[in-house]
């Protein structure tokens, strides 16, 4: 095999636009197992940020085409995994006829990737001089990979086709055809062109060396030997071996990626068991800026990133170094896939700018194209736009309120005595009227023209024998409106120190302006300082336009009275004014809350404003809080919002309510004003249920403490056996709902403290047990007879008692010896019965009834006859 140099100097582009990503697919039967590799290793082409489309073409015996086109990998690859190898019978393919398709179809800067196991049919040698220029136009590479050769012959068409359009070629076995899917996923990342490598050799047997040059363009390069078992070692200047990256490495292939390389020589040292191809590609980087304008730009800040067709554009070209020397420019035009070419004069205007003119038709899309030499290598290299179209005329249907800023307004100290231009850039539709004024608004010379269809002007303004310092100002309007932008533009000039205006005593009422004045005219330059109260002024409440050579007080308050001093000074004079400013206008705070007393049920929203009616300052507002009966300020309750002097009760609950000061305070005075919050709930009786044993005579006290909003209606019931007792003129209720009475038998039962409201009801029970001491009725007659042998029934009347009293009856004998006949408790009716009297049961007999209170009893006395 013959070995093959592929040196191409290219172009270096500037931006990678939207390009094609074509596969180029031998179909033939000998290619199955190639097409069942690919199908397997397909996510190679997954990279749609710069393939627009993805194009397969495949081609057989005799057959070539028609390429399929689509829009996305995902919809490539569906159809990728429909192809099936079949039919052809002759070795060599139509290849040839492939590329130049393809290159025909791709996009400008495209990849093309060619799989085929067999050599280039030998009548398609014409078609090489055809693939030459359509590379030329569309600066395409051509990839070959090649699986095996069928013939006995062999020819050069693949390298010839590597060299003119900017690739490679690669010989694999199948077991390493998947190696190749890496090298194109590499091709797809960059730009790449291939390197010059200065010494080439057919054959190589033992370690052969070459060299390439590494340049400030260059950030990247891809390096390859094919061969037989081929090795590969770069090393620098310095004999330093260089670190890579291993992009394929196969039986027959190896190829490498350095990065971040230094300026310099390098060389490559190469060992292969044969004949070996040798190449590099390099990732070049020139960049240039351009821009166009109906009047010739200074800058890229006066242009426009496309044309406005139909009149004569001035194009500027701004190069990306200082030792870059642009040589040529041209107008790429594109239409139908053709490229024609328009050289344009080139002018040198200032360091790295280049300009050119040219008309431009409507609706063209074309690239600009340069070529330019590095000084330092003595290189040229050339670079592309990405493509451009010239403006157009679209549909407005918004006005635009005008808009104007003047481009480098920092560019503003001329010479004395010389001229100077200024820009300013406008926005606004419809086209509106353009002027410029000096600091008196006399209108100045100008010429505005359209930049940017439809509402982007640019106006120029001259300054012809500046002599002294002022401002000049770029006005815009149209029927929604006028805008403006100013610049102050200095002149170098001798030395000058005149004061113009100072500041004098004022008086300012409260929350009015004020302004103090202080002017001077001098050179060099005099900076104005005001200090207050001995402090310089840096405040939000006070502006200083040194423009208009004055500084306001925005809103006047005490922190604003005091001394204020101009102090003017610049690198050859100074001097100080003083002047002071007094206050009218203050008074003290008188403010307002709309109720005095506000009642709400719980859960009702409430919002008590606190309005200042009167005060200056600005008095400040606070809340505070108390119990309606406590003088003791606390904490504003949970639930309880203030927000702007507002007092907001969202949700009403019975702690809230109480008493709510608003105060008002400024420098001159206090002012107080409360609202009473009452919160709405049911009565609360604060004593407890009870139970109560008291004596007869007793004086018993039975409060009552209620708590209600709104205030509830309270009395008191007393029940016995669940039926309601009225009371005598001895109980009484005073006002505070305590319930007296002095105790009697008949007061034990349920009393009952009932009170009620609007928001329901509350009740305290009190049982109270009135004791009192045991009554037994007289007797008829204490003295009883009654005959021997008959039954002595013996009656005790016991009317009441409480405690329930123990009962017995005694007999007492005539030799006063005393014996208990019977026991128990009770009251009412107690009876005592002796049957068959004797005599011996004469005596005294005593009915006796006993509780804690005291003891009653009876004597009945016995005679038996």
């Not at 006070?542 to 101009?566: F, Q, S, T």
């Amino acid at each position: 095999m013959a070995l093959y140099l592929l040196i191409y100097f290219g172009l270096i582009y500037t931006v990678t636009s939207q390009k094609s990503f074509i596969l180029v697919l031998d179909t033939t039967a000998s290619m199955k197992e190639e097409v069942d590799i690919i199908k397997a290793n397909k996510q190679f082409a997954f990279d749609e940020k710069t393939n627009e489309e993805y194009i397969l073409l495949p081609f057989n015996n005799p057959d070539v085409g028609p390429p399929l086109v689509f829009t996305t990998a995902a919809n490539f690859i569906d159809r990728l995994d429909l192809v099936e190898a079949g039919g052809g019978k002759e070795c060599p393919e139509k290849s040839l006829s492939a590329i130049e398709m393809a290159l025909e179809r791709s996009k400008y800067s495209s990849n093309i990737y060619v799989f085929t196991d067999a050599i280039a049919k030998s009548d398609e040698r014409p078609k090489i001089e055809s693939i030459s220029q359509l590379c030329r136009q569309k600066r395409s590479q051509v990839f070959i990979f090649q699986s095996g050769q069928c013939a006995s012959e062999s020819n050069d068409f693949y390298y010839d086709v590597a060299s003119l359009c900017s690739g490679s070629v690669f010989y694999f076995e199948l077991s390493s055809l998947k190696k190749a899917f890496d090298f194109i996923r590499e091709t797809m990342r960059l730009e790449w062109t291939p390197a010059n490598i200065q010494e080439v050799s057919s054959n190589i047997f033992g370690r052969k060396h070459y060299t390439f040059t590494v340049d400030v363009l260059t950030s990247e390069i891809l390096v390859g030997v094919s061969g037989q078992n081929p090795e590969m070692q770069i090393s620098n200047e310095l004999g330093q071996t260089v670190d890579y990256n291993t992009i394929m490495q196969t039986r027959h292939s190896l190829v490498m990626c350095l990065h971040d390389l230094e300026i310099g020589e390098y060389t490559i040292e190469v060992n292969s068991q044969g004949p070996a191809i040798i190449y590099a590609f390099t990732h070049k980087q020139l960049t240039f800026k351009y821009g166009f304008s109906p009047k010739t730009p200074r800058s890229l800040k006066e242009t426009s990133e496309r044309p406005i067709p139909g009149t004569s554009n001035n194009i500027l070209i701004v190069t990306s170094g200082t030792n870059i020397e642009l040589l040529s420019v041209e107008v790429l035009m594109l239409k139908s896939g053709e490229t024609n070419v328009l050289n344009l004069e080139l002018s040198y205007a200032a360091k790295g700018q280049y300009m050119a003119t040219h008309l431009f038709e409507p609706g063209k899309s074309f690239r600009l194209s340069i070529t330019a030499k590095y000084s330092n290598y003595n290189q040229v290299i050339s670079g592309a736009s990405k493509v451009i179209e010239t403006q157009q005329q679209g549909m407005v249907t918004e006005w635009i309120n005008p808009s104007a800023h003047i481009i480098d307004e920092n560019s503003n100290l001329i010479g004395f005595g010389l001229n100077a231009t200024f820009a300013c850039k406008i926005d606004s539709f419809p086209k509106p009227e353009v002027w410029w004024e000096d600091e008196n608004s006399e209108r100045l010379p100008s010429d505005t023209v359209l930049l940017e269809i439809p509402s982007t002007y640019i106006s120029y303004v001259n300054i012809d024998n500046a002599t002294h310092n002022g401002t000049i100002t770029c006005k815009a309007k149209n029927p929604l409106g006028t805008a403006d932008s100013s610049v102050d533009v200095f002149v170098n000039r001798t030395f000058v120190f005149e004061v113009l205006e100072y500041p004098t005593d004022i008086t300012v009422n409260y929350g009015d302006t004020g302004k103090l004045y202080c002017k001077v005219n001098a050179y060099p330059e005099a900076e104005i300082k005001w200090i207050h109260n001995g402090t310089e002024v840096d405040s939000e409440r006070v502006e200083i336009n040194p423009e208009e050579n004055w500084l306001l007080i925005k809103n006047m308050d005490l922190d604003d009275v005091g001394e204020y001093v101009c102090d003017i000074q610049n690198d050859v004079e100074s001097i100080t004014y003083t002047a002071v400013v007094f206050i009218t206008g203050l008074e003290a705070p008188v403010i307002q809350i709309e109720k005095t007393e506000v009642i709400l049920k719980p859960g009702d929203w409430t919002e008590q404003k606190c309005l200042i009616t009167q005060g200056k300052p600005t008095p400040s507002i606070s809340w505070k809080y108390r119990l309606e009966d406590d003088f003791s300020f606390l904490e504003i309750p949970e639930g309880v919002y203030i927000s702007d002097n507002v007092l907001k009760i969202p949700s009403a609950q019975s702690h809230h309510g109480g008493v709510y000061l608003c105060e008002a305070n400024n420098s001159l005075g206090v002012d107080q004003q409360q609202v009473l919050v009452k919160v709405q709930y049911q009565p609360r009786i604060k004593n407890q249920d009870e139970s109560l044993e008291v004596k007869q005579g007793d004086v018993v006290t039975l409060p009552c403490d209620v708590d209600a909003v709104p205030e509830a209606e309270v009395h008191w019931d007393m029940y016995q056996d669940d039926v309601i007792i009225a009371f005598d003129e001895r109980h009484h209720t005073d006002s505070s709902y305590t319930h007296r009475f002095t105790a009697q038998l008949n007061d034990s039962g349920m009393y009952h403290c009932i009170a009620k409201n609007s928001m329901g009801t509350a009740t305290r029970t009190v049982h109270v047990n009135v004791w009192v001491a045991p009554y037994i009725q007289s007797p008829v007659t204490n003295n009883i007879t009654q005959m021997i042998g008959t039954t002595l029934y013996l009656n005790c009347y016991i009317n009441f008692g409480n405690p329930l009293p123990s009962t017995r009856w005694e007999f007492i004998a005539s030799n006063t010896n005393i014996s208990v006949l019977t026991t128990g408790h009770a009251t009412g009716k107690l009876e005592y019965k002796v049957q068959d009297l004797k005599k011996k049961n004469e005596g005294t007999y005593r009915c006796i009834a006993e509780n804690d209170v005291g003891v009653d009893s009876i004597n009945l006395f016995v005679k038996v006859v």
